[in-house]
């Protein structure tokens, strides 16, 4: 049996939740799937006209394609590309240059590939092996740090500036910067999170969990870990020797907190 599921939470000290979620089979063949989580940008006003715009948009796009261009992996990873930029286009057209915007991170299953797409700091991952692997990379302004390794991914999360996001769709024509990464289908499952989960708990904390919670509960589980569940975080010693910088500590349920679950086989 394969899992399928989706659930997004408000927090505990946001007046609204800015975040879209979606998960659903094609109409014509239902091993055809599409995943996504759309993290509307609290620095804006209306993220969530941002989230829902584009979730809803894309879930019409999707049931409108023809199965066998859906399973033309090259081709389908294109004219998605190009649709996003439509998207962020219309938004733009409609309500103007850095009115509102929205990250976006989806996957579109066919029948040989995952296609990763992302805009902005929402983590599409894998577990395969007994290993999570984060498969998209963080569009932010810290991201560069990890990347180039000056400092653990974990620590991302205590700079000040870890909010800032390098892409995103709807503040204007330039930010709509897509990455696509195209996977094969030989993974365990498949899960995108937002940074309202991810700035919260680690890689290791969701590894641990896919391990010993049971799949039909377990994106509830991770949601509700970063939602209600104290971490102890508080910012290294090492990082503070290494960087001159502002730091924060996160805390539960500080922000929406929203993710996207695919199981293979249960």
């Known amino acids: 049996m394969e899992i399928l599921d989706v659930k997004t939470h408000i927090g505990l000290i946001r007046e609204k939740n800015e975040d879209s979620v979606l998960a659903v089979t094609h109409n014509k063949n239902k091993s ?49 590309t190009r649709y996003v930029k439509t998207l962020n286009n219309n938004l733009v057209k409609k309500y103007g240059v850095d009115k509102l915007g929205t990250t976006l991170t989806l996957a579109l299953v066919n029948k040989k590939n995952t296609i990763l797409l992302n805009v902005g700091d929402s983590r599409g991952y894998i577990y395969k092996d007994k290993k999570l692997i984060q498969v998209t990379e963080d569009d932010s302004d810290v991201w560069m740090y990890y990347k180039y390794g000056e400092v653990k991914k ?30 094969d289908n030989d993974y365990e499952l498949l899960i ?26 377990l994106l509830n589980s991770i949601i509700d870990e970063a939602v209600y569940v104290d971490q102890n975080l508080k910012v290294p010693n090492r990082l503070k020797r290494k960087f001159l910088a502002n730091y924060i500590v996160p805390f539960k ?9 695919y199981i293979r086989e249960v």
């Not at 205590?158 to 330039?174: D, H, L, M, P, R």
Request: aromatic share 4%; charged share 25%; hydrophobic share 40%.
């Open 32 to 80: 055809i799937k599409m995943l996504l989580v759309a993290d509307g940008m609290g620095g804006r006003e209306h993220g969530e006209i941002a989230a829902g715009y584009v979730t809803e948009s894309l879930e019409k796009w999707f049931q409108s394609k023809d199965v066998k261009d859906l399973n033309n992996t090259d081709h389908i990873a294109e004219l998605l």
């Open 154 to 183: 974990d620590d991302l999360r205590y700079f000040s500036n870890n909010n800032i996001v390098t892409a995103c769709i709807g503040i204007c024509k330039e930010l709509c910067q897509v990455s696509t990464t195209i996977i």
């Open 192 to 217: 995108l999170l937002t940074d309202g989960v991810t700035d919260i708990i680690t890689d290791t904390k969701i590894r641990n969990l896919i391990r010993k919670v049971s799949k039909d509960n």
């Open 253 to 261: 349920g500080r922000d929406n907190a929203s993710g996207a679950i």
